[in-house]
């Protein structure tokens, strides 16, 4: 698949061999995580499940120098969603970020944070 695909602030591409979420403007956030994200993702995991079996699934935070605990909801409810198809890693993480993730127990959550 060639075009990226969006569900709120996310966007989400596929490789080949992976699948990536990103943020696509992590400067407009909206102040709390529509009641429909969760179903959306789910929606687009149903849609595109070929897409994401056997696929390494990446969250890559690099263009969060910091993150905000709507942020953090947004990651923990897309890692909700995709244990169905998959573990979740975290790549490109800042410094500040990892420290958020330690100190809120978070970070267990993930396979790989890099």
Do not use: C, W
């Not at 992976?18 to 995580?33: C, G, H, N, Q, Y």
């Not at 690099?62 to 909700?80: D, W, Y």
């Amino acid at each position: 698949m060639d075009q990226p695909v969006y569900v709120g602030p996310m966007q989400i591409t596929f490789g080949e061999g992976d699948v990536m979420f990103r943020f696509a403007d992590p400067l407009s956030m909206t102040l709390e995580i529509p009641p429909s994200f969760e179903e959306q993702v789910r929606e687009v995991v149903e849609e595109y499940q070929s897409s994401f079996e056997g696929h390494v699934l990446y969250m890559d935070l690099g263009n969060l120098p910091a993150i905000s605990s709507r942020q953090l909801g947004m990651i923990l409810t897309v890692r909700e969603v995709l244990k169905s198809v998959g573990t979740l890693q975290l790549t490109n993480v800042s410094g500040s970020v990892r420290h958020l993730l330690k100190i809120t127990g978070t970070e267990r959550f993930f396979d790989a944070i890099k």
